[in-house]
């Protein structure tokens, strides 16, 4: 039988190749996608992408969301209330374990366990390890789809924000710069991909300077292709 899981979803590229690869390899049960949402904002938290088009994702993907509802400005006390309180609900619905995209930062990693120790849960981490280059090939050849959706300008160029993931974009990334973005170099939103029902739709928005880092915001789209207004 396979074990239940939440996939901890912030809607960018690591998260959605965990997700691939726990599908692929087929030995646990998905049973949502577990994000956290700036509710000031009505926003996914540090990625900064509007709820209607992680909805637009998560259908796409043909899974439910697990909100954890954080104010703006939370502290890792407000943060932890919120989230330990969807983990226990998952728990007792049956939920058994977390699923992470985390590569290589061994502190988030202990950071998570210890989190996760406390409400009963373990963590997965079917990526960890993997070559950041190399993953990020794979990404591409898979035939996902991915922009940039937030960037800290203290480690990459502001102009980097709003462009597509591409052989291209690999090209222009200083040396320093995970490829992956691992080390909070920039954050991604996927809109297609081997997994994905049909792509989500938008339209590239304002470019603006948050909380000392660069923002593009996404604009979701009809079904005819139009602007909503939001």
């Known amino acids: ?43 996914v938290s540090m990625h900064g992408v509007r709820r209607a088009l992680l909805e637009q994702q998560a259908a796409s993907l043909g899974l439910p969301i697990r909100e954890v509802l954080i104010p703006k400005g939370a502290d890792n006390v407000a943060y932890e ?64 789809k991915a922009v940039v959706v937030c960037v800290d300008p203290a480690k990459l160029d502001p102009s980097f924000a709003g462009r597509i993931i591409d052989e291209a974009f690999l090209a222009d990334l200083p040396s320093t710069v995970d490829p992956c973005g691992e080390n909070g170099e920039f954050h991604t939103f996927v809109f297609d991909g081997p997994n994905f029902s049909a792509p989500v739709r938008f339209s590239i928005g304002e470019i603006v300077c948050r909380d000392s880092f660069w923002f593009c915001d996404l604009a979701p789209e009809s079904g005819d292709g139009r602007t909503k207004q939001c």
């Open 1 to 43: 039988m396979k074990r239940p899981v939440f996939v901890s979803w912030s809607g960018g590229k690591d998260s959605c190749l965990a997700l691939y690869e726990v599908q692929r390899n087929g030995e646990l049960a998905v049973e949502a996608l577990l994000t956290t949402i700036t509710r000031d904002y009505d926003r």
């Open 81 to 144: 209330r919120a989230t330990g309180a969807v983990l226990d609900a998952g728990r007792d619905a049956g939920i058994e374990a977390v699923v992470f995209g985390d590569l290589f930062l061994a502190d988030i990693r202990t950071y998570r366990e210890k989190l996760l120790a406390r409400h009963g849960l373990e963590g997965l981490y079917p990526i960890w390890g993997r070559d950041t280059t190399a993953l990020i090939g794979d990404f591409l050849r898979l035939g996902f």
